[in-house]
């Protein structure tokens, strides 16, 4: 029998806590949003005490989070604190990939003509330069208006225009553009003998998620 193992850490103000137990953990990826979210769930209280970990983790903070079996741990998630809510007697922190970094807003203008790696680019050198563009899908537009909007209200828009795979991976700070049903992400063998049972193939979105039944919960500085 497999032992589901996890380390989450967040950095705060240069600061970094590790959570020691958690209740669960759920994890939503897909190219088909433009952000990968995780919601870490916390009890309310300890020992009858209210958890507080409003100095340690808040809006902004960073977080990693690994997770595997037995002792072999994987970064599934890389991201930032979105927000913190109290839900049945619980505690949800509710955490975004990099387009957290996205939302702020960037300067009004008018582009012609222009195309959809300039516009992204555009964003980057506004928001945060360290961040690489990686795009392979030139469409071209023969005017692009941005007015009192943000990095993620942009990038809504082009996704929803161009039908493009938008999103981010974190951990190499890259910004990924590429046009859909193109990319191939790895090989796959099926078997209708071995390792499929029904005839039918459902597709679903990629939704990871892991829980830990313990009821104590705490934030330790490294």
């Known amino acids: 029998m497999y032992n589901i193992i996890w380390d989450i850490k967040f ?3 240069g600061i970094t806590y590790s959570l020691q137990t958690v209740a669960s953990i759920d994890i939503e990826c897909s190219v088909d949003n433009l952000a990968d ?11 009858n005490q209210v958890l507080n970990i409003g100095d340690q983790v808040k809006r902004g903070s960073e977080v990693f989070i690994k997770a595997g ?13 979105q927000d913190i809510v109290t839900n049945d007697s619980s505690l949800k922190i509710k955490c975004e990939d990099a387009l957290f970094l ?12 222009t195309s959809l ?7 980057i050198d506004q928001i945060d330069p360290t961040f690489k563009l990686v795009c392979d899908y030139d469409i071209t537009y023969e005017k692009f208006v941005i007015h009192q909007a943000t990095g993620y209200d942009v990038l809504k828009k082009l996704a929803e225009e161009t039908k493009a795979n938008i999103y981010f991976n974190s951990e190499k700070k890259q910004l990924h553009i590429h ?7 790895g090989e796959v063998i099926y078997s209708m003998q071995v390792n499929i049972e029904k005839s039918s193939l459902e597709f679903k979105k990629a939704t990871t998620s892991f829980s830990n039944e313990s009821d104590n919960s705490r934030l330790n500085s490294v």
């Open 117 to 123: 790696p300039k516009i992204a680019q555009l964003l």
């Open 11 to 13: 950095k705060t103000e």
């Open 102 to 113: 996205f939302r702020k807003g960037v300067k009004d203008v008018e582009l012609k003509p």
């Open 179 to 185: 046009p859909p049903y193109l990319e191939k992400g």
């Open 69 to 81: 079996y037995d002792k072999t741990l994987v970064t599934e998630f890389i991201g930032y604190v």
């Open 37 to 47: 979210t995780a919601t870490i769930t916390l009890p309310e209280a300890v020992m």
